[in-house]
């Protein structure tokens, strides 16, 4: 079970390729996406939720590529994706909201709507189920785009920078539910945090200048910064070695 890039190359502008000729595979349960601004992390996200089409090569979740109309259809029903910003849809209550996400991916009304409670209970928002959406704070908003992402019953979510500007107590809650779905549903999670990186994730791949400067597993990224300071302070200087940042 893993998402495979295969030869991708993707570039925003004209000869400013972000990915060029990339070979990556992200296999592990629940894999965190580390590296630098600019980096291309969203770029990598893009490309493996289908948001973006590659200039050149492939993407296949379980064998499942993305390139026909029809295929790409099916692969957004099995891949979901938690974009950086994810808005609040106007009028809508959370439940309409988390229900909506799952007829966009091809449910029927009456299965979103069903499916939508089950959601919205994963993620722990039952209680605003009824809410307006645009009431919620930073923190509920990103567990109703988590909702949004497994209401259709997806095999593989990526989220982008799911606790950027949260405070700490809601990214705790994030992780926690993050180690809880991961149970059930696969992630790949960009972040820019390491705390607690040996609780939730079993794999690490770190991201520079288009490139993946380490891949494998959490205890062999770990095993980059030997001795015996925390796990924090560990996944920080082994973060610290591997990466050059933005020029
Ligand atoms: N829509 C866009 N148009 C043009 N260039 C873009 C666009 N999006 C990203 N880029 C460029 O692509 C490169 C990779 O950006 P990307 O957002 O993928 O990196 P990132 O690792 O996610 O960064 P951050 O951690 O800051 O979010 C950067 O040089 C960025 O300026």
Redesign the pocket.
């Known amino acids: 079970m893993s998402l495979l890039y295969t030869d991708c190359s993707f570039a ?2 004209p000869r400013r390729p ?1 990915l060029s000729s990339l070979t990556l595979e992200f296999a592990g349960r629940c894999t965190v996406l580390l ?10 996200m893009g490309v493996g939720a289908s948001v973006l089409v590659p200039d050149a090569g492939r993407v296949e979740w379980r064998g499942l590529g993305a390139s026909g109309r029809r295929e790409r259809a099916e692969y957004r029903r099995r891949v979901g994706w938690l974009p ?1 910003h994810i808005g609040a849809v106007p009028g809508l209550t959370v439940r309409e909201q988390a229900a909506y996400a799952g007829w966009l991916k091809g449910l029927s009304k009456r299965a979103a709507w069903d499916r939508s409670v089950r959601a919205l209970e994963r993620v722990r928002l039952t209680e605003l189920a009824g809410r307006r959406s645009h009431e919620l704070s930073g923190g509920q908003l990103r567990r109703l785009g988590i909702a949004q992402a497994v209401v259709h019953e997806a095999e593989l979510v990526l989220l982008d ?1 799911p606790t950027a500007g949260l405070d700490p107590v809601q990214r705790g809650v994030f992780r926690e539910l993050v180690g809880e779905l991961s149970e059930s549903v696969r992630f790949v999670v ?1 972040t ?1 945090q390491t705390e607690d990186l040996a609780d939730i994730y079993d794999a690490v791949v770190v ?1 520079d200048r288009g490139v993946p400067v380490f891949q494998g597993d959490t205890a062999g990224f770990l095993g980059l910064a030997p001795g015996d300071g925390s796990p924090e302070r560990r996944a920080e200087d082994a973060y610290r070695s591997l990466v050059r940042g933005e020029v």
């Open positions: 925003h502008r972000v590296g630098p601004n600019g980096a291309g992390k969203s770029t990598l950086q920078e960009s820019h991201f």
